[in-house]
Nanobody
Framework: QVQLVESGGGSVQAGGSLRVSCAASRDTISLYWMGWFRQAPGKAREGIAAIASDGFSTYADAVKGRFTISKDNAKNTLYLQMNSLKPEDTAMYYC????????????????????WGQGTQATVSS
């Protein structure tokens, strides 16, 4: 059973940084596709960053150049470093995992992920 636990959210002013982490059950990080998703009130959940088991990563245009996804296989931990934060980045952030698909262009599709953490809130004030 895959278990995911996020931590590290918080409140920050615009232009600041946050790092969120996702602790995963053993071998999940190294074998699965891992993604970061977010959901703001009244909006659909969106994929913002994802990383394949071989380290290939992809980002949504909204966060490209500002956010960095990384993982530590030995620690079974996924990270999302968020820099130059904007008020529109305010959301609940979730990590998720799924057994790999053949098409990497699907990495940011939340409907394909079947294991989810409970989420951690990030709030950016102007």
């Amino acid at each position: 059973q895959v278990q995911l636990v996020e931590s590290g959210g918080g409140s920050v002013q615009a232009g600041g940084s946050l790092r969120v982490s996702c602790a995963a059950s053993r071998d999940t990080i190294s074998l699965y596709w891992m993604g970061w998703f977010r959901q703001a009130p009244g909006k659909a959940r969106e994929g913002i960053a994802a990383i394949a088991s071989d380290g290939f990563s992809t980002y949504a245009d909204a966060v490209k150049g500002r956010f960095t996804i990384s993982k530590d296989n030995a620690k079974n931990t996924l990270y999302l470093q968020m820099n130059s934060l904007k008020p529109e980045d305010t959301a609940m952030y979730y990590c998720a995992a799924v057994a790999p698909y053949a098409r990497r262009e699907w990495l940011l599709r939340p409907e394909l992920y079947n294991y989810w953490g409970q989420g951690t809130q990030a709030t950016v004030s102007s």
